[in-house]
């Protein structure tokens, strides 16, 4: 597993340390409120389920799944919604917690969804961005926990088809695991 990764970018401690600011900054800014987390299952759960354990107003959370139709590294931001939510957004304080905004089209594609539900208020919190690849430039981003190089990354809820979301670090997969045409194999 860890003979996996090339490089390790973000070690458990920069990111404990860097959830623990945003939960900071998110306790400071909904003080005297209810936010509701909202995330997408699965990649944000890790970062969810830490930032709220930091933070220090009362809270809800609650999830939706979807799923994206093409590659990971070739995002076609077409969006499927296969879980809705159990609690009603209706004027209520939505935080949506993502894992990492690259091409913005998932975390555009949700925003949709949810002010079409009328929030009052709606901000987008991620623990990773990448700018490179982004299509939807308007994406605002209240709270960001680090920008990261045009590379792709695993752990801490990340992965890569399916593998490697517990690594408890962010880091880089060698070239040779990382091939995107490979044939699949034998089952
Ligand atoms: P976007 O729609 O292009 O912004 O992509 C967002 C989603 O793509 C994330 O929620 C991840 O599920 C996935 N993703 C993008 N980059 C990576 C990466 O480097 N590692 C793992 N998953 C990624
Ligand atoms: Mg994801």
């Known amino acids: 597993m860890r003979n996996d990764i090339r490089e390790v970018l973000l070690d458990r401690e920069q990111i404990a340390a860097r959830v623990g600011e945003l939960a900071a900054e998110i ?11 909202v995330s997408v299952l699965k990649g944000a759960v890790y ?16 999830f939706m799944a979807i799923t994206s139709y093409g590659s990971a590294r070739a995002q076609s931001g077409v ?7 159990d609690v009603e957004v209706t ?5 949506l917690v993502e894992d990492i905004i690259d091409t913005g089209l998932t975390a555009g594609y949700l925003v949709r969804l949810l002010h079409a539900r ?14 490179y690849r982004r299509i939807l430039e308007t994406l605002e981003i209240s709270y ?11 752990g801490y809820g990340l992965d890569y088809r399916g593998q490697y979301r517990h690594l408890p670090f ?11 045409d ?5 089952a």
């Open 91 to 95: 004027g209520r304080d939505v935080l």
């Open 47 to 62: 970062f969810l389920t830490d930032l709220s354990r930091a933070v220090e107003v009362p809270l809800e959370i609650d």
């Open 144 to 154: 960001r926990g680090f920008e990261i190089p045009d590379r792709f990354v695993v």
């Open 182 to 186: 490979a044939p699949a194999p034998e």
């Open 170 to 180: 962010i880091g880089v997969l060698k070239d040779e695991i990382l091939r995107e």
């Open 118 to 131: 009328s929030p009052s208020t709606l901000r987008i919190c991620t623990l990773l961005d990448r700018p």
């Open 27 to 37: 306790s400071r800014d909904y003080a005297g409120r209810n936010p509701l987390l």
């Open 79 to 85: 969006v499927r919604l296969i879980k809705d939510l």
